[in-house]
């Protein structure tokens, strides 16, 4: 009985082995493909978290760009905003000008209605000053005035060009009043020309003295003709010229003038 039994579990033990080497196989090899699916499993993840980082990373970059972007088109707006509003200012600024011009314009084309005559009336009475002053430098002036009156009636000269003119030879004028001059010119005499020099002292005597020096003679106002003048005025009136050139020291003259008579009325 006993050699039986150590017989069956002789041969169970011989069995025994190699079948729990199968199933130590089999257990091996369901725990190698589980860790194989699991380290599968992990991998997908792995690549689906690389995937899914570099979608991160590519959308964050995008926003990066956009954000950049965001902000440079923000600056050009801004910069954009301040020049139109500085044109806008200009623009303001202009049209307030060109409004001030047209009104300027407006003034100045009711100033030219009311001064151009006024220029004309002096020209006219510049005009009738030389006539009726000492002929002095006659031609000189006379010409000046021609220049002045053709300027007037010029459409290419300006209203302060004509004026800046106009006020120069009242200037040249007034300068005749308090200056003495002495100048070569012709004297008419009995109809014919001698050659004088004459002495002109501010707007109140106007003397000759032949270049032989032997004579001497005045402008009368009253009578308006030259007349004579007596002897005794020959060193004067030759000093009166040598003063008038800077050949001699300003001094006293003592010549004759013609003073203005005036005519007294009773109330």
């Known amino acids: 009985m006993m050699s039986r039994l150590t017989s069956s579990g002789l041969l169970a033990h011989r069995l025994g082995a190699p079948l729990l ?11 190698a493909d589980a ?33 950049a972007e ?22 303001q600024s202009q049209e307030a000008d060109k409004q001030a011009i047209q009104a300027q314009m407006l003034d100045l084309e009711a100033t030219q209605r009311e001064i151009v005559p006024l220029m004309l009336t002096m020209v006219d009475t510049l005009g009738e000053i030389i006539a009726a002053d000492l002929p002095f430098l006659i031609e000189e002036r006379q010409q000046r005035m021609t220049r002045l009156r053709s300027m007037m009636d010029r459409a290419d000269s300006s209203l302060g060009e004509k004026y800046r003119r106009l006020l120069e030879t009242y200037q040249i004028e007034m300068e005749y009043g308090r200056t003495i001059e002495a100048y070569r010119g012709e004297l008419p005499a009995e109809g014919r020309q001698r050659s004088v020099d004459f002495l002109r002292v501010g707007r109140i005597g106007l003397f000759y003295q032949t270049l032989d020096r032997a004579e001497v003679g005045q402008w009368d106002r009253d009578s308006g003709i030259w007349t004579p003048l007596p002897a005794e005025y ?34």
């Open 21 to 31: 080497l199968l199933l130590c196989f089999a257990a091996n090899s369901v725990a």
């Open 35 to 67: 860790l194989t699916r699991a380290i599968d499993t992990r991998i997908a993840d792995t690549r689906k978290e690389a995937a899914s980082q570099k979608r991160v990373d590519e959308m964050d970059d995008a926003t990066q760009r956009m954000l």
């Open 234 to 267: 020959r060193a004067t009136i030759r000093r009166g010229l040598q003063i008038a050139r800077n050949q001699a020291a300003p001094e006293l003259l003592r010549l004759p003038v013609h003073l203005p008579t005036h005519t007294e009325t009773g109330p």
């Open 70 to 91: 965001y902000q440079r088109l923000g600056h050009e707006l801004d910069v954009a905003s301040r020049y139109h509003d500085q044109i806008a200012r200009l623009v």
